[in-house]
């Protein structure tokens, strides 16, 4: 059965359903996955089953999460830093508990492949295990909560700064792989995922996503 993103909405919406379930499932992820070795600067990363991997790709599987979130209408590079700032203010205690909540990798920011480079650039901050159950609500209007669903992607990782040319030449180097291995995906978006600081000058990781469609899989190397 073909994977979709229309599970997403903000969390206001969730939250009469079993919190209790969604911990569960979260705490299920979380603690028994290992923090990968490429995410070094955070605590707490987006952890995965690896369920194969490519020359050039992974297919990986991702457990339903709960992140924050906001929409940037801009360029690319503009919404990532507008974007970063509107949720770090959240972390630090924009919120309706005032609480501060610790960084995680990576920042993911999505892009609309039928969109132009102006757009609208959701950035989202996952919120790590402790605030997954019951996260406080942001105070910022332009800030909100989402429940992610599974997300089989294929992932194509590469180093050093988060441009938009890169992830340009890197997500159309991704679906040649894929074209040329057989693999659907859907083609009308997809994520770029940054897990470093600006002040980490080397071995930066970065990545882009693709949505799988009917099933994972990978061309052994």
């Known amino acids: 059965m073909p994977y979709s993103t229309s599970a997403m909405m903000p969390l206001r919406m969730l939250q009469p359903m079993a919190p209790v379930l969604v911990l569960v499932l979260v705490w299920g992820a979380w603690g028994e996955r290992e923090k990968p070795e490429f995410c070094s600067e955070a605590t707490e990363c987006f952890t995965f089953d690896l369920i194969c991997k490519s020359s050039d790709y992974e297919a990986r599987l991702y457990p339903p999460s709960v992140w924050v ?31 501060k909540i610790p960084m995680t990798a990576p920042v993911l920011t999505r892009v609309d492949e039928a969109a132009g480079e102006t757009q609208e650039y959701p950035v989202s901050f996952l919120l790590p295990a402790a605030w997954q159950g019951n996260p406080p609500l942001p105070t910022e209007p332009t ?49 770029s995922a940054g897990y470093n600081s600006p002040m980490k000058l080397f071995d930066r990781h970065n990545e882009v996503w693709r949505l799988a469609q009917g099933g994972l899989g990978c061309t052994p190397e």
Do not use: E
């Not at 209408?73 to 990532?80: G, I, M, V, W």
């Not at 429940?147 to 890169?166: E, I, N």
């Open 143 to 191: 800030v909100y909560l989402q429940q992610f669903p599974m997300l089989p992607v294929y992932v194509r990782s590469f180093g050093g700064w988060l441009t938009d040319a890169g992830r340009r030449t890197h997500i159309q180097a991704l679906d040649a792989s894929l074209g040329r291995d057989a693999r659907p995906f859907d083609r009308s978006w997809h994520y």
């Open 69 to 99: 979130s906001t929409c940037v209408n801009s360029t690319y590079t503009a919404a990532k830093v507008t974007g970063f700032w509107r949720l770090f203010r959240y972390i630090q205690g924009r919120n309706q508990l005032g609480v």
